[in-house]
């Protein structure tokens, strides 16, 4: 059981120094943040701890920079964070992650201030839990606090190495929204339970389907993903595709579950991405043509799959075609109003991974349209799976 914020009396965090593990890995484009649903997930978090009088410093992570590059920076978001809580609280940023620099600027901060460190990944000591680096963190603060949810599956010095040093370590609401709705998916799912998996990559998802198809009642199939089940049901799929290392993996999961596992029966199909010759057809996919998206007849099916329940869970994972391109955006699109069409009927609709997400958008479906829109991608994946979460034990070790 995850100790949150809310568990210490408020007496405990007045004046101080609370490290907060985010996750501030987000779209930046032309300094400017694009998408900021990582940043406001964690506000309640955030403002908590800053109105019980804490200094909130925050560390997050940000893309995958070779050293210090000014383009991997996490100054712009500083700003966004900044613009989000607004004037009443100060929120500052330092150009490091650790070091005397940063140990000045913690001096400076007054009760409730906010800073934001430097990119975490500009020292290679990060990814490689070095246990120096892991104390120069813990130096930084009296109580820890991870409420990236979306790292926590890394044995990294912010999320394990650093989290061993502190006497006290919280789970924020976000970590802990996510661990409570992902269980209830795990454990003891709503029923009728529908799994919506889309995506390419199959390897990535078979940890999860071994836990999860035993429970679903039916699993609808999309995305790349499709056209290896396709292919193993002897069904030509053209030049799509294909997973053919997890072929045996997927022949067996339509052996033993294909009564519950819906596949697409039309596919919308072009020579390239681009899209330029895009038609519609049904049964096999022609020599040299690859399938980008479901087809009508299969959205159809899906939509009404998905969106016509009343109490129960849909978890949905990737999408379902192309979406980027609108020549193969239609089945994932209508995937994410069904999503919301099912919640506004009583179902609990949880939705797992980035693009995912982007797909909503597209759709003109707002975050308060489902449940719960997880932070992780391949976290949520590894959670379901019943992978080890280094980032979540650490909490719970003494």
């Given at each position: 059981m995850l100790q949150i914020i809310s568990d210490l009396e408020d007496s405990q965090f007045n004046g101080k120094r609370v490290l907060v593990r985010v996750d501030f890995n987000v779209s930046v484009l032309?300094?400017?943040?694009?998408?900021?649903?990582?940043?406001?997930?964690?506000?309640?978090?955030?403002?908590?701890?800053?109105?019980?009088?804490?200094?909130?410093?925050?560390?997050?992570?940000?893309?995958?920079?070779?050293?210090?590059?000014?383009?991997?920076?996490?100054?712009?978001?500083?700003?966004?964070?900044?613009?989000?809580?607004?004037?009443?609280?100060?929120?500052?940023?330092?150009?490091?992650?650790?070091?005397?620099?940063?140990?000045?600027?913690?001096?400076?901060?007054?009760?409730?201030?906010?800073?934001?460190?430097?990119?975490?990944?500009?020292?290679?000591?990060?990814?490689?839990?070095?246990?120096?680096?892991?104390?120069?963190?813990?130096?930084?603060?009296?109580i820890y606090v991870n409420d990236a949810f979306s790292t926590s599956h890394r044995r990294h010095a912010s999320t394990h190495g650093a989290v061993k040093l502190f006497d006290i370590k919280l789970a924020g609401f976000n970590l802990n929204k996510e661990?409570?709705?992902?269980?209830?998916?795990?454990?003891?799912?709503?029923?009728p339970f529908t799994l919506v998996i889309g995506g390419v990559k199959i390897?990535?998802?078979?940890?999860?389907?071994?836990?999860?198809?035993?429970?679903?009642?039916?699993?609808?199939?999309?995305?790349?993903?499709?056209?290896?089940?396709?292919?193993?049901?002897?069904?030509?799929?053209g030049n799509s595709v294909i997973n053919f290392e997890h072929l045996p993996w997927v022949t067996n999961a339509l052996s033993t579950f294909g009564d519950k596992i819906m596949l697409p029966s039309d596919h919308v199909i072009a020579s390239s991405p681009k899209g330029y010759s895009a038609s519609l057809v049904k049964g096999d996919i022609p020599d040299g043509m690859i399938g980008f998206d479901i087809g009508n007849e299969t959205v159809e099916r899906y939509s009404a799959e998905v969106g016509a329940k009343g109490p129960g869970t849909v978890f949905w994972n990737g999408p379902m075609g192309l979406f980027e391109i609108g020549f193969f955006a239609n089945g994932t699109i209508n995937i994410a109003k069904s999503m919301a069409l099912a919640f506004w009927r009583g179902s609990k609709t949880l939705i797992g991974g980035g693009d995912t997400l982007e797909a909503m958008k597209k759709a003109g479906v707002s975050e308060g349209e489902v449940s719960h829109v997880s932070t992780g991608g391949g976290a949520t994946l590894r959670f379901l799976a019943g992978d080890e979460m280094p980032g979540i034990v650490a909490l719970n070790e003494k």
């Amino acid at each position: 059981m995850l100790q949150i914020i809310s568990d210490l009396e408020d007496s405990q965090f007045n004046g101080k120094r609370v490290l907060v593990r985010v996750d501030f890995n987000v779209s930046v484009l032309n300094g400017s943040v694009s998408e900021d649903y990582r940043i406001r997930m964690t506000l309640p978090t955030i403002e908590y701890l800053s109105k019980r009088g804490s200094k909130v410093v925050l560390a997050s992570h940000l893309g995958r920079p070779e050293g210090p590059q000014h383009s991997y920076s996490l100054e712009p978001v500083a700003k966004r964070l900044s613009e989000i809580i607004g004037k009443k609280t100060k929120v500052r940023f330092v150009n490091q992650c650790v070091g005397e620099t940063v140990h000045n600027e913690i001096e400076k901060m007054n009760k409730g201030d906010i800073l934001l460190l430097e990119n975490l990944r500009f020292h290679k000591e990060e990814e490689a839990n070095d246990l120096i680096f892991s104390k120069q963190i813990a130096s930084l603060a009296d109580i820890y606090v991870n409420d990236a949810f979306s790292t926590s599956h890394r044995r990294h010095a912010s999320t394990h190495g650093a989290v061993k040093l502190f006497d006290i370590k919280l789970a924020g609401f976000n970590l802990n929204k996510e661990v409570g709705y992902l269980s209830m998916i795990k454990e003891n799912p709503i029923k009728p339970f529908t799994l919506v998996i889309g995506g390419v990559k199959i390897k990535d998802k078979i940890g999860a389907l071994e836990n999860l198809l035993p429970k679903a009642d039916r699993v609808l199939i999309g995305g790349a993903a499709a056209y290896t089940f396709l292919k193993a049901k002897g069904i030509n799929t053209g030049n799509s595709v294909i997973n053919f290392e997890h072929l045996p993996w997927v022949t067996n999961a339509l052996s033993t579950f294909g009564d519950k596992i819906m596949l697409p029966s039309d596919h919308v199909i072009a020579s390239s991405p681009k899209g330029y010759s895009a038609s519609l057809v049904k049964g096999d996919i022609p020599d040299g043509m690859i399938g980008f998206d479901i087809g009508n007849e299969t959205v159809e099916r899906y939509s009404a799959e998905v969106g016509a329940k009343g109490p129960g869970t849909v978890f949905w994972n990737g999408p379902m075609g192309l979406f980027e391109i609108g020549f193969f955006a239609n089945g994932t699109i209508n995937i994410a109003k069904s999503m919301a069409l099912a919640f506004w009927r009583g179902s609990k609709t949880l939705i797992g991974g980035g693009d995912t997400l982007e797909a909503m958008k597209k759709a003109g479906v707002s975050e308060g349209e489902v449940s719960h829109v997880s932070t992780g991608g391949g976290a949520t994946l590894r959670f379901l799976a019943g992978d080890e979460m280094p980032g979540i034990v650490a909490l719970n070790e003494k």
